[in-house]
């Protein structure tokens, strides 16, 4: 069956009259804003922020189109890219009727906002080398599978997925196919974004969280075609990402040397992290890596987690994940951090000696 939008939407969301503000309704420039109930006296700090921000975020879009070569009406702006996750959820899944399927191990928050929704999850696990099996999602997908969740790099394993098996899974799936890129900024291929104007069920997530540096300002993109936009736009809360996070994302945009530069620096040290982890006796395998993180599979991963944090070193645990197993996934830190990883692991290697 062909993809076709309408059919696809919940019916509560399509029939939804969505909350409009004053100040959208109001066309053209305003002198005096006496429509909202904010406080004209202004903030005890910054100049703004008095005043509710863009619902529609278009300043910071239209700089985000031009990074990124796509119309604005393209992109949707979210409190991180967790909220697009969501969204999509509450737009397309039926609670206890409709599915999504994900392609584990992959990244935990599709079947959180997943379950918070009471939308099942279906499995279609990535085969030995980490690549999507195709005919797997192919035959896992009902006729209640609304979403594909696809994460290329992957979080946690690190690789990208094959193109050609996402347009394959795009082109016969009549529902939606969402491609995370969370970390499409450290990887040696391109983003799939080139692809949305001949896809109209593709939806590729971006984030400010990884190589933008900017976790803590919680600001996640959408691409899509217009009319999955528009249901984003429709359902979300009118004032999701607030004025701070639009002028400082603006700004951070207006300045990408430093992410190239940072990307840069990571992409040095995510080799040389390999190279050292490699050397180590209790290292079995570091696989490789498109994204700001490795996944490095040990002899012992919960005896090694807990001295690193003992030595209050953080990483990530992963060996509940079927398929990797005794696997730990570490973030590539600063020269200086990933020295003292290195230590405290030769360290650790000869605290099992003696
Ligand atoms: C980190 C990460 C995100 C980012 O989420 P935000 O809500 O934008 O911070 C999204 N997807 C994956 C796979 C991630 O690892």
């Not at 035959?139 to 994460?151: A, E, G, P, Q, S």
Request: glycine content about 6%; proline content about 5%; aromatic content about 6%.
């Amino acid at each position: 069956m062909a993809f076709e939008l309408n059919r696809l939407v919940r019916d509560n969301i399509r029939t939804l009259t969505p909350y409009s503000s004053a100040r959208v309704e109001h066309v053209g420039d305003a002198r005096i804003y006496l429509d909202a109930n904010e406080n004209a006296f202004g903030p005890p700090v910054g100049i703004r922020l008095n005043r509710y921000p863009d619902p529609l975020q278009a300043s910071l879009k239209e700089r985000i189109a031009a990074v990124s070569g796509v119309d604005p009406l393209q992109i949707f702006i979210g409190n991180g890219s967790d909220e697009a996750i969501d969204l999509l959820i509450r737009i397309f899944c039926r609670p206890g009727v409709d599915n999504i399927l994900t392609c584990p191990p992959t990244y935990g928050m599709y079947e959180v906002a997943a379950g918070i929704n009471d939308v099942a999850v279906k499995h279609a696990r990535l085969d030995e080398g980490f690549g999507i099996d195709v005919p797997r999602v192919l035959t896992t997908i009902d006729r209640n599978t609304k979403i594909v969740f696809l994460c290329s790099p992957n979080n946690p394993t690190g690789n990208l997925l094959s193109h050609v098996s996402i347009r394959t899974i795009a082109d016969a799936f009549d529902g939606i196919v969402v491609v995370d890129e969370a970390y499409i900024h450290y990887a040696s291929r391109g983003s799939l974004v080139a692809e949305l104007a001949a896809r109209p069920n593709l939806v590729v997530l971006q984030t400010l969280s990884k190589a933008w540096g900017l976790a803590g300002l919680r600001v996640g993109l959408a691409f899509a075609d217009a009319d999955v936009i528009e249901l984003l736009n429709k359902v979300k809360p009118p004032y999701n990402v607030s004025e701070a996070a639009q002028e400082t994302a603006l700004e951070a945009l207006n300045d990408p040397r430093h992410l190239n530069e940072t990307v840069k620096r990571t992409l040095a040290e995510r080799k040389r992290l390999t190279e050292a982890l490699s050397d180590l006796v209790c290292v079995e395998r570091v696989y490789p890596s498109d994204a700001n993180f490795l996944l490095v599979r040990v002899a012992d991963a919960s005896g090694l987690h807990r001295y690193l944090a003992s030595k209050r070193i953080v990483v990530r645990d992963r060996s509940g994940l079927t398929g990797c197993e005794q696997c730990l996934r570490i973030t590539v830190g600063t020269e200086q951090e990933n020295d003292e990883l290195i230590l405290a692991i030769e360290n650790y290697e000869k605290s099992l000696i003696h």
